[in-house]
């Protein structure tokens, strides 16, 4: 379990100073307080610690207070209690000229942000991930291949050398068309593309079988990759002899469109409501809320599972969740025995944690 404890925060979009202490005897910690006193902003600081681009995909210099001069740098400051040890994270955002950098420390000494994810991981379901549920496929492919690398760094560097090498053939197609150059790139791109095809895989059915077996008085849920183009992956040599085929194949159209037209993204990805045996696409706005949720849910179970620690933040996880869905949600956080965070309105959002909470209110 980790608890943060204490926030220092300084200049971080409406937060120009903001200090606050939280009883570690409390899991449950309720933000609450009319619209734009900042609740997102607070949690939004805390997920810089485990993503590049926070929970809004904000680049670091949108978190620059807009006022005219602020006093000082952004610095977000948090002290964790985790197994027994106090830890200090530290995010300092510093300009250089017109660049912003952002420089993290753990315990005083500078560190990386894939050190950080070392000791603690932020995961977060917030009012922008609402359209994962109803929008198209890339949306859903990211979001999934996102809560892949976040504790995968091999998948992680696959698919940024994937995306390096499809942009570089396009370029190849485009200017010298270097037979030679390209096949080359075409090997390259097939291993990549096999190896983030099998993770994808596997991870779905992890996923699907901790939902099956942690979450079934949830909301059943199942993550499903279909790929009209490819038979199997077993073979592997075979598969990628076989995408490297295509890639060949396409070389014109490719050029033309100026884009991989089979790659990664040839793979169709559902979230399956199983209760009901429909995509979630065709559900309700909370049934859709509570699908996302599960498939968080099985991602804190999973690191659960791998001894990490983490701390949830639920942006506005009330709305559109009715009450006793929301009792559904608070009854399997309390289950991760770790910090879970809360945002709200008013505070009678959250009755059900009443005197199990630590209740702050912005104003
Ligand atoms: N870079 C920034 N500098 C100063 N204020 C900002 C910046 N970015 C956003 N804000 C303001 O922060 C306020 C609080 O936003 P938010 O945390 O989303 O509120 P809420 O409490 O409703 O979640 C908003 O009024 C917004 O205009
Ligand atoms: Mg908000």
């Known amino acids: 379990m980790a608890n943060v404890e204490k926030i220092r925060i300084k200049n971080f979009k409406s937060h120009e100073n903001f200090l606050q202490n939280i009883d570690r005897n409390f899991n449950h910690v309720v933000v609450h307080g009319r619209n ?18 926070g929970m809004r995909g904000d680049n670091i210099e949108k978190v620059i207070p ?28 510093s300009k250089n000229e017109d660049l912003f950098k952002k420089t993290f420390y753990f315990n005083d000494k ?39 690398s976040q504790n995968n760094i091999n998948f992680y560097r696959t698919l940024i050398s994937y995306k390096k090498n499809i942009s570089e053939r396009i370029n190849i197609l485009r200017n010298s068309k270097d037979d030679k150059w390209l096949n080359i790139i075409e090997e390259k791109i097939s291993e990549n593309m096999y190896e983030i095809l099998k993770i994808r895989r596997s991870y779905a059915n992890l996923i699907n079988n901790i939902i099956n077996e942690k979450l079934k008085n949830f909301r059943l849920v199942e993550i499903k990759y279909v790929n009209k183009f490819i038979i199997n992956l077993e073979d592997k ?3 990628i002899q076989n995408f490297n085929e295509k890639l060949k194949m396409n070389r014109n159209i490719d050029e033309i469109s100026k ?3 089979f790659g990664i993204n040839s793979d169709e990805i559902t979230f399956f409501d199983t209760s009901n045996q429909i995509s979630t696409v065709l559900c309700s706005t909370g049934e859709q809320k509570s699908s996302l949720l599960t498939i968080i849910l099985a ?43 809360y945002t709200g309105t008013s505070k009678n959002l959250f009755q059900v944690i009443e005197n199990k909470g630590f209740f702050i209110h912005l104003q």
Not at 36 to 43: A, E, Q, R, S
Not at 78 to 90: I, M, Q
Not at 317 to 323: K, L, P, Q, R, V
């Open 36 to 53: 734009g006193v900042g609740k997102t902003n607070l949690l939004e600081s805390f997920s810089f610690f485990s993503n590049t681009k």
């Open 110 to 148: 500078k560190t990386t942000l894939a050190n950080i994810k070392n000791y603690i991981s932020f995961l977060w379901l917030s009012p922008y991930m609402d359209k994962i549920m109803y929008e198209g496929q890339s949306i859903k492919r990211n979001f999934v291949d996102k809560m892949i």
């Open 66 to 93: 807009i006022m005219q001069n602020p006093k000082g740098d952004t610095d977000v400051s948090l002290v964790l209690f985790s197994k027994n040890n106090n830890l200090n994270l530290n995010l300092f955002v």
């Open 259 to 261: 884009r991989t037209n």
């Open 237 to 239: 040599n075979n598969s």
């Open 299 to 341: 991602n804190c179970w999973k690191l659960k599972e791998e001894k990490k620690e983490f701390i949830l933040l639920l942006d506005e996880a009330t709305s559109h969740i009715d009450e006793i869905n929301f009792l559904k949600l608070f009854n399997e956080v309390c289950k991760f025995n770790t910090q879970i965070w």
